[in-house]
């Protein structure tokens, strides 16, 4: 079982940056492949990056250049640093972790976090 918890959400000016965390407890070592997801009400979850264990990373083209995944191991949080937040950003931000290689795919996380609330205002 792993347990994931989110910090660093909140209210930010477009143009702003914010930096959520994640952070593992439980049988850690048998995690792969880390990623964050974001959702707005009424849509579907959407992939925000992913980070394997080997540091590869992917990120869907509406947030590249803008937002960084990075963990120092296996042992320490997951990081989402965003820049040059827009207000379409606006979503609860989602960790996720799978034991397998990096997927886009929602379904083949077996683990998640409660989620944390950024807000980006114009």
């Known amino acids: 079982q792993v347990q994931l918890v989110e910090s660093g959400g909140g209210l930010v000016q477009a143009g702003g940056s914010l930096r959520l965390s994640c952070a593992a407890s439980g049988t850690i070592f048998s995690i792969t492949t880390m990623a964050w997801y974001r959702q707005t009400p009424g849509k579907q979850r959407e992939l925000v990056a992913t980070?394997?264990?080997?540091?590869?990373?992917n990120y869907p083209d509406s947030v590249k250049g803008r937002f960084t995944i990075s963990r120092d191991n296996a042992e320490s949080p997951v990081y989402l640093q965003m820049n040059n937040l827009k207000p379409d950003d606006t979503a609860v931000y989602y960790c996720?972790?799978?034991?397998?290689?990096?997927?886009?795919?929602?379904?083949?996380?077996?683990?998640w976090g409660r989620g944390a609330q950024v807000t980006v205002f114009s």
């Open positions: 996720a972790a799978r034991e397998g290689p990096s997927s886009e795919d929602v379904g083949r996380y077996d683990s």
């Open positions: 980070i394997t264990s080997g540091g590869s990373t």
